[in-house]
T-cell receptor, first 110, second 114 residues
Framework: QKEVEQNSGPLSVPEGAIASLNCTYS??????FFWYRQYSGKSPELIMS????GDKEDGRFTAQLNKASQYVSLLIRDSQPSDSATYLC??????????FGKGTRLSVIA | NAGVTQTPKFQVLKTGQSMTLQCAQD?????MYWYRQDPGMGLRLIYY???????DKGEVPNGYNVSRLNKREFSLRLESAAPSQTSVYFC?????????????FGDGTRLSIL
């Protein structure tokens, strides 16, 4: 059973701080990694994708991938109250549909 | 720019009734998916269609059937609804699941079975 694990949270950070969200996965053959943001009552929205080891930056978001340790993380710099949401990690080998973690709830306190 | 459109947005059914949830995408994507999302359970894959003319079971297919009507449309049918099927249902699409492309989600259907 392919698994993607995330701490359910809530993760509370003050406004302006860095939020760090972590995800581990079980399938060593995984090739593609995605972070989705889901506001309460809304659908998941893709915010980052990463395919190779290292860091990938997009605005205030940085995705980090370490295939040897089988983890992927998402850093949110200068966190804003509008970043308060559940963040879903999703992983695929490329031959099967995405496997989603259960999500980490982030709360940014003003 | 509609993306993935789901209908209806809300529905209440009685136990034993049947219902079809509709999904259409306008992004010319090959692959389409149906998920359910329950509190504490995350997104669970019900069925998917890698390409027009094919469908495959996901993690929780029991009690559901699907039809890939054409490249744009992928429907989910509950033949005899049960209270355990009360959930939020999301349809998603991707360019091609074999090319590691991300999925794009519709707004969801909130379904209650009484």
């Amino acid at each position: 059973q392919k698994e993607v694990e995330q701490n359910s949270g809530p993760l509370s950070v003050p406004e302006g701080a860095i939020a760090s969200l972590n995800c581990t996965y079980s399938d060593r053959g995984s090739q593609s990694f995605f972070w989705y943001r889901q506001y309460s009552g809304k659908s998941p929205e893709l915010i980052m994708s990463i395919y190779s080891n290292g860091d990938k930056e997009d605005g205030r978001f940085t995705a980090q991938l370490n295939k040897a340790s089988q983890y992927v993380s998402l850093l949110i710099r200068d966190s804003q109250p509008s970043d308060s949401a559940t963040y879903l990690c999703a992983v695929t080998t490329g031959n099967t549909p995405l496997v989603f973690g259960k999500g980490t709830r982030l709360s940014v306190i003003a | 720019n509609a993306g993935v459109t789901q209908t209806p947005k809300f529905q209440v059914l009685k136990t034993g009734q049947s219902m079809t949830l509709q999904c259409a995408q306008d992004m010319n994507h090959n692959s389409m998916y149906w998920y359910r999302q329950d509190p504490g359970m995350g997104l669970r894959l019900i069925y998917y269609s890698a390409s027009e003319g094919t469908t495959d079971k996901g993690e929780v297919p029991n009690g559901y059937n699907v039809s890939r009507l054409n490249k744009r449309e992928f429907s989910l049918r509950l033949e005899s609804a049960a209270p355990s099927q009360t959930s939020v249902y999301f349809c998603a699409s991707s360019q091609d699941r074999l090319n590691n492309q991300p999925q794009h989600f519709g707004d969801g259907t909130r379904l209650s079975i009484l």
